[in-house]
C-alpha cells in the first residue's frame, strides 16, 4: 500500500502536465492571433508613475487597439507640465485613427510593440510589451508628461 500512494502521485502529476501543456499552448496561439490581428484591449490593473509607488486600478481603465484605430482610457498619475484648460480632460483620455504599429518578436516569447499616434499631439509612443501568458505591460510616453507604466493582460475586444 506504502508503494501505491508514490505511484499515484506521480502518475497525477503526469497527467495533469500532459492536460496543462495545451491548453498553454492554446492561450499563447490565441493571443499571437489577436495581436497579429490588431484586435485587442489591453486592461490595465496597475500604475506605476515615474514618482511615487504603484497603484491598484479600478476596474475599466484600457486601451482598444483595432486596425483602424487605437482608443485611449487610462488614469493619470504624476507630473504635468501643461495643466488641461478642461478638468474633466485628466488622464490619458483619447482616440487615434492615424498612427504606426509596429511589432517586433521578443527572443523569451511574446512580442513588444510600439505605437506611434500621428494626430495626438500629446502622446509620443504606446510601448506595449505583451508575453505569452497574455500579461503585458504599457510604457506611455508624452510630450507634456512624465512617463507612466501600467500592468495588465491583454484580452480580446468584446463587440
Known sequence: MKKLLPRA????LIVTSLIWIPSYSQVSNSIADL????????VAQ???PSRGGLRQLDPGYDLVVKKDSVV?????????????????????KFTSTEFEYNIMDRKKG?????????????????????FDNGSASLIVTS????N????????EKRR
Not at 501643461?82 to 490619458?92: K, L, Q, V
Open 9 to 12: 502521485v506521480f502518475m497525477l
Open 35 to 42: 495581436i497579429k490581428a490588431q484586435n485587442y484591449v489591453f
Open 143 to 146: 510630450n507634456s508628461r512624465q
Open 46 to 48: 496597475t500604475a506605476s
Open 110 to 130: 511574446g512580442w513588444d510593440i510600439q505605437i506611434k499616434p500621428k494626430d495626438n499631439k500629446d502622446v509620443r509612443i504606446l510601448q506595449l510589451s505583451v
Open 148 to 155: 507612466i507604466s501600467f500592468n495588465g493582460r491583454i484580452e
Open 72 to 92: 485611449s482610457f487610462l488614469p493619470y498619475f504624476g507630473r504635468s507640465y501643461n495643466a488641461p484648460t478642461d478638468p474633466t480632460e485628466g488622464g490619458i
